[in-house]
């Protein structure tokens, strides 16, 4: 089992998850947020999941309010935002910070694996880690870097 197989966490209605549920999974992981610039962008990674679930993409959200504040809700108004504004249909998990002592550990090892341009540190929320069906992480996606433009990525790694 690879690292990020042995991980877990809460999901936003307070159930534990074993990242070892989605092993054979393509998976996106993203730090996302309800009041934010690239919230817009919960449209498109919920096309990306339909479009893709049947082929083992999935997409994981975990909210984050370390960038302005702009995750402010407790799980309830995250899920209200999701659900209600965006159909929202992936799994979503518990509020967790990204960066510093406090990180979670799914992010940890993320970070780890695929640092990025700030070494190790996630600039905003909406940043992605895309995970290979092995569990091991292939891309990590910026903020701005918009659902359908990982589309390509995602499919020639659905194909593989």
Avoid at 42 to 48: C, N
Wanted: proline letters at 8%.
């Amino acid at each position: 089992m690879t690292p990020f197989h042995q991980l877990s966490a809460t999901s936003l209605r307070g159930e534990p998850v074993s990242m070892a549920d989605y092993a054979g999974k393509l998976v996106l992981v993203v730090n996302t947020a309800s009041h934010c610039g690239f919230t817009p962008q919960y449209a498109g990674l919920e096309a990306l999941y339909k479009k893709y679930a049947a082929q083992g993409l999935v997409v994981l959200g975990f909210p984050c309010n370390q960038f302005g504040k702009q995750e402010p809700g407790d799980a309830d108004d995250i899920a209200q935002t999701c659900h209600i504004n965006y159909g929202v249909s992936f799994p979503m998990f518990e509020k967790v910070a990204v960066n510093g002592p406090t990180s979670h550990p799914v992010f940890h090892y993320l970070k780890a694996e695929l640092p990025g341009v700030l070494g190790g540190r996630i600039k905003w929320n909406f940043t992605k880690f895309l995970i290979g069906r092995d569990g091991k992480p292939l891309k990590r996606f910026a903020p701005f870097t918009t659902p359908e433009k990982m589309e390509p990525v995602i499919l020639a790694a659905l194909e593989s």
